[in-house]
């Protein structure tokens, strides 16, 4: 089982470029997440997915969108860039929204220039 | 405001040598608790829930206990495969539909053989 799924693993842009993320999990979990992580502020949820259809905003929404493409894949989208976005993302899983099991991918590491 | 903190901020250890990581929090009620382990340049691995006071799940080396305001992760005989951040989140009984976790920015655990 391949479980969460991230690409690209690594990303340069320049301001005002715009950009996916893609993610796909194979454990038919129902809920998606894609958070952010930056040193000295910890995971921080940007979108979550609970269900097939739905998307909810998290901490740190603003500059990106997201789209729940199926069951197995959630995308994130940086529209126009800016050097605030550099950061590693992480899109995670998991059946359920209630529970806090979450099984993460291996990130993004996105710099913006 | 909810907040969850990880102490120490890091942690070298001799293999062999036991040790304590805490994550006290503060939520207007816990709906779990929960310690993930992250390698470099991996995402965050989930290891133990813990719902409720006097708890404890065990994996190998590693036990967890939860207090009303706290939780432990002990650390028996450590290994260098050990080494890693461990994170601490926290799940609050929803006030609404949010289901997001509070993290804790970690432990940065070494374990020198």
């Known amino acids: 089982n391949a479980g969460v799924t991230q690409t690209p693993k690594f990303q340069v842009l320049k301001t005002g470029q715009s950009m996916t993320l893609q993610c796909a999990q194979d454990?038919?979990?129902?809920?998606m997440y894609w958070y952010r992580q930056d040193p000295g502020m910890g995971l921080r949820l940007i979108y979550y997915?609970?269900?097939?259809?739905?998307?909810d905003k998290g901490e740190v929404p603003n500059g990106y969108n997201v789209s729940r493409l199926n069951k197995r894949e959630f995308s994130l989208r940086l529209e126009s860039a800016a050097p605030s976005q550099t950061s590693v993302y992480f899109c995670a899983s998991n059946f359920l929204t209630e529970t806090g099991e979450l099984f993460f991918g291996e990130g993004s590491r996105l710099t913006v220039l | 405001e909810d907040q969850v903190t990880q102490s120490p901020e890091a942690l070298r250890l001799q293999e062999g040598e036991s040790s304590s990581l805490n994550c006290s929090y503060t939520?207007?009620?816990?709906?779990?608790l929960f310690w993930y382990r992250q390698d470099p340049g991996k995402g965050p691995e989930f290891l133990f829930t813990l719902y409720s006071a006097g708890e404890e799940k065990e994996k190998e080396r590693l036990k967890a206990t939860l207090t009303k305001k706290e939780s432990f992760l002990h650390i028996t005989a450590p290994k260098p495969e050990d080494s890693a951040t461990y994170l601490c989140?926290?799940?609050?009984?929803?006030?609404?539909?949010?289901?997001?976790?509070?993290w804790g920015l970690g432990t940065s655990l070494a374990v020198n053989p």
């Open positions: 939520v207007s009620g816990l709906r779990g």
């Open positions: 997915s609970a269900s097939e259809g739905t998307t």
């Open positions: 454990m038919n979990h129902n809920s």
């Open positions: 989140a926290v799940q609050e009984v929803p006030a609404g539909n949010n289901r997001k976790l509070i």
